[in-house]
């Protein structure tokens, strides 16, 4: 056990370091203490958890592409991060840490905000620093999917939990077998409050699937067959939100899987004050210009080499 009088002692050295900025010299001579004492000091109440050093990595964005995109597609914002080397997974964490930042411009307090499961979303929220936003909500757009542990388990839980807020869940799996069992589920009383809920969120932030198989989420999650995404690509879709798939003109298609998921209707999301839409390499360029064109989402968080597809695509 640490002494009172210790701890004491272990606060004031940290409150001159941090609060006062002052030197481990400097406080030597105030605490009538060597320097090396300090040291010990300042690592000792690391230690014991009194301080908590957080290391915030410099993201440099791309101001001029990020201004194209905003201008060309009409958005309320863009930032584009310059494509590294590493691999799509280290991609999406960067993007993350930059999503997190414009999160954070637009979370204010008691706002309701609404989340997508997917590995942009769990990216952001796990970079997420902000501060606390007392009175939020934070919603989930979509039920309970098998494939959480992968793609970020208890989002909105983990979120609520760093700024005070509440979470919101749909008691409700996200994929059900037919569309008969799912407009059942979706008209139950617990369900249908949580998804009015997600509806009048005036904040989203969402990630985008792919239609390529080699970054489909539910064909890696094995939600589909790769018979069934190739059906879905010759129907029109270039990308899905919370498992509802759309063309490219961001227009909901006609398929059976959109109506097995218990999840907001994109016409409920189009209706949202702002929407950050989180997507990482070309592969997401198709699935990012039709929720743009259908007004699905209207700030844009993604790297160079989707900016430039995206903005060489949309002139022819």
């Not at 501060?131 to 979509?142: E, L, N, P, T």
Request: with cysteine; glycine share 6%.
């Amino acid at each position: 056990m640490v002494s009172q009088e210790r701890l004491n002692q272990l606060t004031e050295v940290l409150h001159l370091y941090y609060e006062q900025n002052l030197n481990q010299k400097e406080i030597s001579k105030i605490m009538n203490v060597s320097v090396s004492t300090v040291s010990r000091m300042l690592k000792e109440a690391q230690e014991l958890g009194m301080v908590e050093i957080i290391i915030k990595y410099p993201y440099a964005t791309i101001p001029s592409l990020a201004k194209e995109l905003k201008a060309k597609f009409n958005l309320k914002d863009a930032y584009v991060l310059p494509t590294t080397g590493a691999t799509y997974y280290d991609l999406v964490q960067s993007l993350g840490q930059v999503a997190a930042v414009v999160l954070d411009n637009y979370f204010k307090e008691k706002s309701t905000l609404g989340i997508s499961l997917g590995l942009s979303v769990a990216a952001t929220i796990r970079a997420y620093n902000g501060g606390q936003k007392k009175g939020s909500r934070i919603v989930r757009f979509q039920g309970a999917a098998d494939f959480e542990i992968m793609e970020g388990t208890n989002l909105a839980q983990v979120l609520a939990e760093k700024v005070n807020g509440r979470a919101m869940v749909v008691p409700a799996p996200w994929l059900l077998p037919t569309p008969e069992v799912c407009e059942a589920l979706i008209n139950e009383p617990a369900v249908k409050r949580y998804l009015t809920m997600a509806e009048e969120a005036n904040l989203g932030l969402v990630g985008m699937g792919s239609m390529d198989p080699s970054h489909s989420t539910i064909l890696r999650n094995q939600l589909i067959t790769l018979k069934e995404l190739n059906e879905f690509r010759a129907a029109g879709a270039v990308g899905e939100i919370c498992g509802k798939h759309y063309d490219r003109n961001g227009q909901i298609l006609d398929l059976e899987f959109n109506k097995r998921t218990v999840s907001i209707q994109l016409t409920d999301l189009a209706r949202i004050e702002t929407v950050i839409g989180v997507a990482a390499s070309i592969y997401k360029v198709d699935p990012l210009l039709g929720a743009i064109r259908g007004g699905l989402i209207n700030v844009v968080i993604t790297d160079s080499d989707a900016a430039r597809a995206m903005l060489a695509r949309n002139n022819h």
